[in-house]
């Protein structure tokens, strides 16, 4: 678990937390982070500015600094152990790819919706708590070409 003194030492990350998570480590309370949420995360990106933070909720949001992004999509399929270390690796995958990228904010955003998206078209065909972290993983490439082939 980071603490603060962890947050004080860092170059640049992409923190991927739940609510209770982001509670933890933040130090704002649950009830804060329901009343205001937005007034939460921006105060937590003002005060550690080399982080990006993707807060995993219905409707997840991706913060750095001043921009903030909210992925409008809500997917049961994904409250499971190991579908968070799923979008981990989506997010290094995509990063990896934009070396040199100055602000990662849409790339990371774009890694967030096609982790939700992957859930949401999986839980489509199957009740979404039969969803395992394999088959999001197994579908996560069609997906992917699925959503590129909609830009062209």
């Known amino acids: 678990m980071l603490s603060p003194e962890d947050l004080n030492n860092a170059n640049t990350y992409v923190l991927t937390p739940h609510l209770v998570e982001f509670s933890k480590f933040s130090g704002f309370s649950l009830d804060s982070l329901k009343n205001d949420i ?7 990106t003002k005060r550690y500015k080399d982080f990006y933070l993707v807060l995993k909720k219905p409707g997840s949001i991706v913060v750095k ?3 903030r992004i909210i ?9 499971k152990g190991g579908s968070g270390d ?3 690796g989506i997010i290094g995958a995509f990063i990896a790819q934009c ?8 790339i990371i955003s774009s890694a967030v919706y096609i982790h939700v998206i992957t859930g949401k078209k ?3 065909c199957r009740y979404s708590g039969s969803v395992t972290v394999k ?13 590129a082939g909609k830009s062209d």
């Open 38 to 44: 937005f007034k939460c995360v921006d105060s937590f």
């Open 65 to 67: 600094e001043k921009r």
């Open 71 to 79: 992925i409008p999509v809500i997917c049961d399929a994904l409250s």
């Open 86 to 88: 799923v979008l981990a």
């Open 99 to 106: 070396p040199g990228k100055n602000d990662l904010t849409d």
């Open 122 to 124: 999986l839980s489509l």
């Open 135 to 147: 088959q999001i993983i197994d579908a996560i490439g069609g997906v992917i070409y699925e959503e």
